[in-house]
């Protein structure tokens, strides 16, 4: 059974940083792309960026991409997102997700199978 559990949001002043993490359970991490998405008061859920099995490829939406660095750690099982110069739009619940296999472009909501349960980022003016 997968689990994915989210850790490491909370209160920040734009122009600051954060590091998201996401803790894999279940024995399918290594094998599968992993995505962070994130989800507004009233909005969508949005793409933010996304990694394939092995982390040699990544992808990004635009709005983060030179501000925000995917990474994981296959030894541990954890999925990470790097966030700098944060702004206040920034402010969202933020998941990880599993793509339904190794690669890394899968950027809709309803094409990744598995869901953690979020975590909170707000980002102050």
């Known amino acids: 059974q997968v689990q994915l559990v989210e850790s490491g949001g909370g209160l920040v002043q734009a122009g600051g940083s954060l590091r998201l993490s996401c803790a894999a359970s279940?024995?399918?991490?290594?094998?599968?792309?992993m995505g962070w998405f994130r989800q507004a008061p009233g909005k969508d859920r949005e793409f933010v960026a996304a990694?394939?099995?092995?982390?040699?490829?990544?992808t990004y939406t635009d709005s983060v991409n030179g501000r925000f660095t995917i990474s994981r750690d296959n030894g541990k099982k954890t999925l990470y997102l790097q966030m700098s110069s944060l702004k206040p739009e920034d402010t969202a619940v933020y998941y990880c997700?599993?793509?339904?296999?190794?690669?890394?472009?899968?950027?809709?909501?309803?094409?990744?199978?598995?869901w953690g349960q979020g975590t909170q980022v707000t980002v102050s003016s």
């Open positions: 997700a599993k793509a339904p296999d190794g690669r890394s472009w899968y950027k809709r909501p309803v094409e990744y199978p598995d």
């Open positions: 990694i394939n099995w092995s982390g040699e490829r990544t």
């Open positions: 279940g024995g399918f991490f290594n094998s599968y792309g």
